[in-house]
């Protein structure tokens, strides 16, 4: 059984960071993408990133570029989202998923997804 789950998320102020980790169980990810999305209230769930597990290829929404960054730990079957500079624009819910093959910002594509790890800033 795939499980991606979530952990890291709370409450920070503005100027702050945060770490998010999604652990992943359940098969081999050696072959796919894993990625980041959020969902703040009243908005649709966007792209933030993404890597390429076996390459460790990254890519990011372009606002994002400098102030979040994703990494893996292949030991620990692990994928972080390292937050800095948070803003109040930030609060949502965070989410990972995973998708066979290379990543993409298309939702839709990813085949699993976490439960989601709320962050929220205040400013």
């Known amino acids: 059984q795939v499980q991606l789950v979530e952990s890291g998320g709370g409450s920070v102020q503005a100027g702050g960071s945060l770490r998010l980790s999604c652990a992943t169980s359940?098969?081999?990810?050696?072959?796919?993408?894993v990625g980041w999305f959020r969902q703040a209230p009243g908005k649709e769930r966007e792209f933030v990133a993404a890597i390429n597990w076996w390459s460790g290829f990254t890519d990011y929404a372009d606002s994002l570029k400098g102030r979040f960054t994703i990494s893996r730990d292949n030991t620990k079957n692990t994928v972080y989202l390292q937050m800095n500079s948070l803003k109040p624009e930030d609060t949502a819910v965070y989410y990972c998923?995973?998708?066979?093959?290379?990543?993409?910002?298309?939702?839709?594509?990813?085949?699993?997804w976490g439960q989601g790890t709320q962050v929220t800033v205040s400013s």
């Open positions: 359940g098969r081999t990810f050696s072959n796919y993408a």
């Open positions: 998923a995973a998708k066979y093959g290379s990543s993409t910002y298309s939702l839709r594509e990813y085949e699993y």
